[in-house]
């Protein structure tokens, strides 16, 4: 019971406020799945080229340190 009072605020309330907040969190839940996938394909695709890099031993400079920021981030979320 957000806004409270008599029967009449109630019926607004039901009609009107709930279903925009319903709209509103599946927005935001639909908005973090996407920006996840995005995320994780993106660092997935940086995983396969460091892989090739490896396999090929073509690294150069900006992808070793590219590496091992990527070390530290891991080393974190584990």
Do not use: C, F
Request: proline share 1%.
């Amino acid at each position: 019971m957000i806004l409270g009072g008599n029967r009449g605020s109630l019926m607004v309330e039901a009609a009107v406020v709930y279903p925009i907040l319903i709209v509103l969190i599946a927005g935001m839940i639909s908005w973090g799945a996407d920006h996840y996938n995005k995320v994780h394909e993106d660092v997935m695709q940086k995983l396969d080229i460091r892989e090739q890099s490896m396999i090929d031993g073509t690294m150069d400079k900006r992808e070793a340190e590219w590496i091992r920021g990527l070390d530290a981030v891991e080393e974190v979320l584990l």
